[in-house]
């Protein structure tokens, strides 16, 4: 961990509200970069789960300079991967209001006025009408359009409306503050993506300090939303929840014509992320490279097995290799147009319009989205809003979120199964209890049997009903 005895702290950021608008302007060695992501990898990951320790942990990014760098950093090594997105913003959110518990007033107040805007309203009635940004104490209420009040103030109505205003109290200004917050870190997420691979094609170090941080992230992803691919499932997972690109490269495999070297270095660390073991990869790899009459037993073990191995981290620098981001396989620097007998990059992009109609066929429709107008948002590409397409295609009722990773396509479907599972499980569960209702033949009511009330006696005549006995 770091150590934080040798750190003069000029601003502390324990008792504030850090919200992260400003880019932070210091230089920092490697080493400490390293530590600094590993100590916000692992407060995030306390604070996402409750972590009664989390409390304590909180000191180790103390510095408000640290605290910032390892902020962008994780923003850096999170933006191209959909799935690590989603936990970057949740877990964020998390030490947000953490942070939010421990400030004080005017803390509070100045991290609302930070965040005093709603990046999707235009005009005056936008901003939080009696927010006023020149007090120094906090106020007793906001005013704000209700559509732009968080869904859950709204539906537990938990704020007065009138005139389509409306006005929310003290108590709930942090659902506030982070609406804000969540959408401010989804739209630099989203459009950092294409600025971070310029970046780390330009920084080695930084780019050595984001390898070096992948795979704590890439277990705590696993840890949550883990695909567990395997030889036993490998043909389901095939044909329902790879993406286009992962179904192109084994498509290709399988028709007898294995992977030239761009296709299997695209394809191997995809598969190892997915869960695959070594030895089941080994063994999944030699059957799919014998497919072609050319590769036999001994070519493969002296030629392949050695580079599935170097993906496992097992060989040469012994470090895991992960899958490439679209953004990176779109590159024509990384993966150029392929010609003859190769098959690697983005389907959408190398393959003719034919060729790929017959692939999205195959795996349960999506094709028709080829003929939809694509306008993609700054920071995406149109491919990338064409998978997401087919993805909502082939998953009803799910919703658009850009692909940004073939990982994110292949967590989310395994997610999107695994709950409709769940889902009827559930519901076979709750008929059985209802069939077993309806079968059951309650036991038959004894007939009443109807007495005559009983006599009492008067209390007045019992000492001489008494008497008379004696």
């Avoid at 600094?36 to 409390?55: C, F, H, I, Y």
């Avoid at 064409?386 to 009803?396: D, G, I, K, L, M």
């Amino acid at each position: 961990m770091l150590d934080i005895s040798d750190v003069l702290a000029s601003q502390q950021v324990l008792g504030t509200v850090p919200v992260y608008l400003n880019t932070p302007d210091a230089i920092f060695s490697q080493e400490i970069l390293q530590e600094l992501g590993q100590t916000r990898l692992e407060l995030l990951e306390k604070v996402k789960n409750d972590d009664p320790g989390a409390s304590g942990f909180l000191p180790l990014l103390f510095d408000a300079e640290m605290d910032a760098v390892s902020h962008f950093l994780l923003r850096v090594l999170c933006c191209n991967d959909g799935a690590a997105s989603i936990w970057m913003i949740d877990a964020e959110e998390a030490l947000l209001k953490l942070r939010w518990e421990q400030a004080s007033d005017e803390e509070q107040c100045a991290a609302l006025k930070q965040m005093n805007f709603v990046p999707e309203s235009q005009g005056p009635r936008s901003r939080w009408v009696n927010l006023l940004v020149t007090g120094e104490s906090m106020p007793y209420a906001v005013s704000m359009p209700f559509t732009d009040l968080p869904p859950k103030l709204l539906a537990e109505r938990r704020c007065k409306l009138r005139k389509g205003l409306a006005t929310v109290e003290r108590q709930d200004f942090l659902p506030l503050l982070c609406q804000c917050f969540r959408r401010h870190l989804q739209t630099v997420l989203q459009k950092s993506g294409q600025h971070v691979e310029l970046l780390l094609r330009d920084s080695e170090q930084l780019k050595q300090t984001v390898d070096h941080l992948r795979p704590q992230l890439e277990q705590f992803l696993l840890s949550s939303r883990g695909v567990n691919l395997q030889l036993s499932n490998f043909q389901e997972m095939y044909e329902k929840s790879f993406p286009p690109c992962m179904q192109y490269l084994v498509k290709f495999q399988r028709d007898g014509k294995h992977l030239k070297h761009l296709g299997r270095k695209q394809l191997r660390p995809l598969l190892r992320e997915a869960g695959l073991p070594l030895e089941e990869a080994l063994a999944w790899w030699r059957r799919e490279f014998l497919r072609d009459v050319t590769v036999t037993q001994e070519s493969f073990d002296s030629e392949h097995a050695y580079h599935i191995k170097h993906a496992y981290g097992l060989e040469g620098k012994r470090k895991p290799a992960y899958g490439w981001s679209c953004w990176r396989t779109l590159d024509q620097m990384q993966f150029p147009v392929p010609k003859g007998p190769e098959a690697h990059g983005c389907p959408f992009k190398s393959l003719e319009e034919a060729d790929l109609r017959e692939l999205l066929r195959q795996h349960g429709g999506g094709d028709e989205v080829l003929t939809q107008e694509v306008s993609p948002p700054v920071g995406l590409a149109s491919e990338q809003i064409c998978c997401a397409r087919v993805f909502q295609s082939r998953h009803p009722g799910s919703e658009f979120e850009a692909m940004k990773h073939p990982m994110q396509f292949l967590r989310r479907s395994h997610a999107y199964y695994a709950a409709q599972l769940a889902g009827e499980a559930e519901a076979s569960s709750a008929a059985q209890v209802q069939v077993m209702k309806e079968n059951c033949v309650p036991n038959p009511k004894k007939p009443r049997i109807c007495r005559k009330p009983l006599r009492v006696a008067q209390l007045d005549q019992f000492d001489e009903y008494f008497q008379f006995k004696k």
